[in-house]
């Protein structure tokens, strides 16, 4: 089983960067998957995440409105558009995947990611 995160990178504010979440191993049947960060000296933060059986998901109040997730289910792949980026979405983002169609950002995430760094500059 893994998830591998890609597209982090260096960004102007109001840039965008497009994350993606390569997920093996388990069937998004029965799966969510969901988005973190976690700055320097922040705690862990949930970004957003999405269940594709359900069709169920979830943003956090910070970047609703500028972040979208999407699933590819043919490539196994979760998607992030991040748009109007701030200087303060700069964090590792992290991908990770909960055994519930009922996705959720203060759940208790089974599997994790590496991370991918994301850094928004003024």
């Known amino acids: 089983l893994y998830l591998v995160e890609s597209g982090g990178g260096l960004v102007q504010a109001g840039g965008s960067l497009r994350l993606s979440c390569a997920v093996g191993?388990?069937?998004?049947?029965?799966?969510?998957i969901g988005w973190f960060r976690q700055a320097p000296g922040k705690d862990r933060e949930g970004v957003s995440c999405?269940?594709?059986?359900?069709?169920?998901?979830n943003y956090a109040d910070s970047v609703r409105g500028r972040f979208t997730i999407s699933s590819d289910n043919a490539r196994n792949t979760v998607n992030l558009q991040m748009d109007s980026l701030k200087p303060e979405d700069t964090a590792i983002y992290y991908c990770?995947?909960?055994?519930?169609?009922?996705?959720?950002?203060?759940?208790?995430?089974?599997?994790w990611g590496q991370g991918t760094q994301v850094t928004v500059s003024s």
């Open positions: 191993g388990l069937s998004f049947d029965d799966y969510s």
């Open positions: 999405i269940s594709s059986r359900t069709g169920i998901v």
């Open positions: 990770a995947a909960d055994r519930t169609v009922y996705c959720g950002l203060g759940n208790m995430y089974d599997y």
